[in-house]
């Protein structure tokens, strides 16, 4: 599963695989832990995962690039498909593309860039952001999508070689002069139905995660399921776009219509607003460090909230004279160690600390510098932490 810290349950990110088949499609030239929320969750998923290990299995609409990579063939009479490829490949049952190059490699990769490059910008636009789940099936982060070997090798085949998933190259010919002539192509019929089976179990998946009790609603549990809820709706945008190019121009029997990742995402900003977290500093100069640390949980959306809070920001400062030998100033280090912790379990979500060193003629105007150049770095970076962390809640885990 995705690994980021205690917050999240590994039961969740199991069905985070059931948007990865498009994953990796790149433009190129042609040249904490909560036992019950964690079984709340997998039993959610249960039915969206059954029906994701079908399609994995092939007992539903198999992969269109399984098989063997064709072997080149050398010399004699140039293969129609090498200038027409719809004379071998109907346009009615196949996408194809060519390409050619002075090796088997950059004629293979021209050809899917070429069969990519019909699909539009937009959409090579789309699939940008979702490289990194592609990434996590490959490295075995995503366990439950690792164990499936013809899975990894077509998300491997497809981040390796720039291209849509279900693209495959379908024939080599070398001319016996110095060039490779390669020819992709995607299968309309297979495609289209692996991507609607696709589609609608992300559809089951969606609801189930945004099915949030009130309970967990303003929580930062609630906050991650809606995110993951936003990114597998960005996937089936991108399916659903695929199927507009692969299949017969309408999405068949996908139920609409669908909602957005925005959606999904002007939903968070409306629960993050109404979460609060508490801000207890230690050892503070007039509610300096306390002040720095507001701006930055305001920034990320969130309120400040009282002691009572659900989450506690909970910092200590530390400030320490240095002695620097043969040198008439004097010297301050500070450390300002920060933990946003789960009130009700104690958990550390996130851990924070600035530090550095300031000098001056004496040691109160030494530290009041300190103090301002910890406020400085407080104010410059713990916002943009705060949104990074939010940010990577759904896409990595214990």
């Not at 959409?123 to 366990?143: D, H, K």
Request: with cysteine; net charge neutral; aromatic share 6%.
């Amino acid at each position: 599963m995705f690994k980021i810290g205690p917050l999240i349950p590994r039961s969740l990110l199991l069905g985070s695989s059931l948007c990865l088949f498009f994953m990796g499609c790149q433009s190129t030239g042609p040249g904490p832990k909560n036992n019950r929320a964690e079984d709340d969750v997998a039993a959610l998923i249960a039915s969206a995962s059954a029906d994701m290990d079908s399609v994995l299995s092939g007992s539903r609409a198999p992969a269109p690039s399984e098989g063997t990579a064709p072997a080149v063939r050398s010399g004699g009479i140039q293969p129609r498909w090498v200038t027409a490829p719809e004379s071998v490949y109907d346009r009615k049952a196949y996408i194809s593309a060519v390409g050619y190059g002075d090796n088997r490699d950059l004629a293979e990769r021209r050809a899917l860039a070429a069969l990519t490059a019909i699909f539009g910008q937009s959409l090579r636009s789309e699939v940008q952001s979702t490289t990194v789940y592609s990434e996590a099936v490959i490295n075995g982060t995503i366990t439950s999508a690792a164990q499936n070997s013809d899975l990894v090798n077509l998300i491997k085949t497809s981040v390796d070689m720039d291209s849509l998933v279900g693209a495959e190259i379908r024939d080599l010919w070398f001319d016996g002069k110095g060039t490779y002539y390669a020819a992709a192509v995607m299968e309309r019929v297979k495609t289209t139905a692996l991507y609607k089976d696709l589609i609608n179990t992300n559809i089951r998946l969606i609801k189930d995660l945004t099915a949030l009790p009130e309970g967990e609603k303003y929580t930062l549990e609630g906050l991650r399921k809606l995110q993951l809820a936003a990114i597998i709706a960005d996937a089936n945008t991108t399916f659903l776009n695929v199927l507009r190019v692969v299949g017969d121009g309408s999405a068949g029997n996908i139920p609409g219509p669908l909602k957005t990742g925005n959606d999904y995402r002007l939903e968070m900003a409306d629960i993050t607003k109404n979460i609060p977290i508490g801000i207890l500093v230690e050892n503070d100069q007039q509610d300096r460090i306390r002040g720095a640390f507001s701006a930055g949980v305001s920034r990320a959306g969130f309120r400040i909230g009282g002691m009572d809070s659900p989450y506690l920001l909970k910092v200590l400062v530390n400030m320490k004279a240095v002695d620097l030998p043969n040198n008439p100033n004097k010297f301050v280090r500070y450390v300002v160690d920060a933990n946003l912790e789960d009130a009700r379990t104690g958990n550390v979500l996130l851990p924070f600390m600035v530090d550095g060193r300031e000098g001056h003629l004496s040691i109160p105007e030494a530290e009041n510098r300190a103090f301002r150049a910890a406020e400085t770095k407080i104010k410059e970076t713990y916002g943009q932490v705060l949104d990074a962390y939010i940010s990577h809640l759904s896409s990595s885990g214990a």
